[in-house]
T-cell receptor, first 113, second 111 residues
């Protein structure tokens, strides 16, 4: 039973570019949340997807957008990259929208030069 | 101001020794409090989950305590091993299932 998987593992982009990160939830999970974790900080909530809709959103600009597919996998898109977007991006899945369980993926390390 | 504060920011201990990490939170009411272990560059892995009515929860050499009256939690690591070197994050789940994360305590275990 695969856990939460994310791709790619590492990514290097330059300022102004766009990036797409991908996440496959744990088997049986239908809710996906995305977090940004800067070096030395705790994760910051970006948004949550359930039934292919954005259900909750943290304090992130519109440059951050997402999508959830019918198979529950999800994408995080970031446009017009800034140096400050360099971080570890974590995806977490839950078995349902209102759940105490949340399993994290290994993350994607994004470096913006 | 962050709703979850952790201390110390980092600590170094010798292999075989014990240590205690602290977490103070202001989230109220809350559903549960969790401790996660995060290896460098990896995703967090859950160690313990306690509801507001639980005082202590153990997972092997890890023991978490919770005092809901003072809004404090601690994570005690017994007989530390080199593999315990990681960041330990305190996370509080609100009643609406939103999570508030602490910044973490970085533990380094030296031989």
């Amino acid at each position: 039973d695969a856990g939460v998987t994310q791709s790619p593992t590492h990514l290097i982009k330059t300022r102004g570019q766009q990036v797409t990160l991908r996440c496959s939830p744990k088997s049986g999970h239908d809710t996906v949340s995305w977090y940004q974790q800067a070096l030395g900080q705790g994760p910051q909530f970006i948004f949550q997807y359930y039934e292919e809709e954005e259900r909750q959103r943290g304090n992130f600009p519109d440059r951050f957008s997402g999508h959830q597919f019918p198979n529950y996998s999800s994408e995080l898109n970031v446009n017009a990259l800034l140096l400050g977007d360099s971080a570890l991006y974590l995806c977490a899945s839950s078995p349902r929208l209102e759940s105490h369980e949340q399993f994290f993926g290994p993350g994607t390390r994004l470096t913006v030069l | 101001k962050n709703q979850v504060e952790q201390s110390p920011q980092s600590l170094i201990i010798l292999e075989g020794k014990n240590c205690t990490l602290q977490c103070n939170y202001t989230v109220s009411p809350f559903s549960n409090l969790r401790w996660y272990k995060q290896d460098t560059g990896r995703g967090p892995v859950s160690l313990t989950i306690m509801t507001f009515s639980e005082n202590t929860k153990s997972n092997g050499r890890y023991t978490a305590t919770l005092d809901a009256d003072t809004k404090q939690s601690s994570l005690h690591i017994t007989a530390s091993q080199l593999s315990d070197s990681a960041s330990y994050i305190c996370v509080v789940m609100h009643n609406d299932y939103k999570l508030s994360f602490g910044a973490g305590t970085t533990v380094t275990v030296r031989a």
